[in-house]
């Protein structure tokens, strides 16, 4: 059999360019904001993690510029060896500080992140206790690291006490969750995980790549909301949202990061984030440390978007945080209403299944500090005369 013949019975993607509802890979003329020009059209842009709205500031954008004329283009080589800048160690001084955590570590990518981390904290004598909603990267990490992976329940603190209970009491064990799932924008119950992992001799980790500049007062994340930061032994996250940059990060105990930093494959062999990337991170950092009011904004926009959808009687998902999911249920309902909001202006993600349940599929929405009264009523607006010319759903 052809190696390749799956790619030629692939047609899914076919099938919707030719339907004219295919939704994916719209690019963007201008850099990423509250509204964008995309393939020539002027667009409310409420399908970003741009949560700070710091990706077109221009304080970031002259800190990546000094950093680039500083220090070129690249680095050319891994941490371990000769790509490591003082750029890098002061970012990971200002997270580790910024996090109450003794240290922190830079990866080249948030997905990259959750591998090297999990592949080197978890062995072939350890457990990994993961929430079914959690991150794909974190399901990938589960699969190289070469230790039991088990799942429970989404949310579900009776099902991970059942899981926990489970395990051999000589097996190390971490509970991996996220902060907040990117998704459905639920907040993991982070204390009632506390309880369990102290009461099972449990470590515990948190991808907070959609909680650090969205939730506690400070914007340090879901630990800091939970006012949990000492029993949190793992914070990652990514430099691609609040941060306004690429790359990911590690913060722990100065032994857990010297342990990853010496053993994790997908750190040591892989290049360094360019000075670029780490110098704009680090900026938006002080930015948001300086800046506390701009969480403020981010759930004062947020909010008047969640109550006036649900005055319009637009079908959402309820959360406390800046991701409003509004259902669409089925994929093709979703497709066409993706089509038709882009051609009212308004960007949005798909969601389909298998990224959720069958019956389940639905508008990822997000929204950023920045982000106005005024274009939120036109993203409104557009919202409520897509939703009133949809198809009916399909029947289950």
């Given at each position: 059999m052809d190696l390749f013949q799956k790619c030629y019975e692939y047609t899914a993607a076919k099938e919707a360019i030719a339907a004219g509802i295919y939704p994916y890979f719209h690019y963007l003329e201008t850099g990423q904001d509250t509204e964008v020009i995309m393939e020539g059209h002027r667009i409310i842009m409420i399908g970003s993690n741009n949560y700070q709205g710091l990706t077109s500031d221009k304080r970031v954008i002259e800190a990546a510029e000094k950093a680039l004329l500083k220090y070129g283009t690249g680095c050319s080589g891994s941490r371990f060896l000769n790509g490591t800048l003082k750029l890098h160690l002061e970012l990971e001084e200002k997270l580790a500080k910024f996090l109450n955590k003794e240290a922190a570590l830079t990866f080249s990518t948030g997905f990259q992140s959750n591998l090297g981390i999990i592949s080197a904290i978890a062995g072939r004598n350890d457990y990994i206790v993961c929430d079914k909603e959690n991150h794909a990267s974190i399901y990938d990490a589960c699969r190289l690291s070469y230790a039991k992976m088990v799942r429970y329940e989404h949310n579900d603190m009776k099902d991970l006490e059942r899981v926990l209970s489970e395990i051999p009491d000589n097996k190390g064990i971490l509970i991996v969750t996220d902060g907040v799932f990117s998704m459905s924008g639920d907040i993991c119950d982070l204390p009632s995980i506390v309880k369990l992992a102290e009461k099972y001799g449990a470590?515990?980790?948190?991808?907070?790549?959609?909680?650090?500049?969205?939730?506690?007062?400070?914007?340090?994340?879901?630990?800091?909301?939970?006012?949990?930061?000492?029993?949190?032994?793992?914070?990652?996250?990514?430099?691609s949202k609040s941060l306004a940059s690429l790359g990911g990060y590690m913060a722990a105990s100065r032994d857990v990061i010297d342990y990853v930093k010496h053993n994790s494959r997908p750190f040591i062999f892989s290049a360094s984030i360019p000075p670029s990337n780490a110098a704009a991170a680090l900026k938006a950092l002080e930015i948001i440390e300086q800046e506390p009011e701009r969480i403020k904004n981010l759930h004062r926009i947020a909010d008047y978007m969640r109550n006036g959808l649900r005055k319009m009687g637009i079908p959402i998902l309820e959360s406390k945080t800046p991701i409003i999911p509004i259902m669409t249920y089925d994929n093709y309902r979703t497709f066409v209403a993706t089509k038709m909001l882009f051609e009212e202006g308004v960007y949005v993600n798909p969601v389909i299944v298998p990224a959720v349940a069958p019956g389940q599929c639905l508008l990822r929405t997000a929204y950023t500090a920045t982000h106005t009264e005024e274009q939120m009523d036109r993203a409104m607006e557009a919202i409520g005369k897509v939703f009133e010319q949809l198809p009916p759903r399909e029947k289950s």
């Open positions: 470590r515990v980790m948190v991808d907070d790549a959609h909680g650090l500049g969205v939730l506690g007062e400070r914007g340090r994340g879901t630990a800091e909301y939970f006012n949990l930061e000492d029993k949190v032994d793992i914070i990652m996250g990514t430099f």
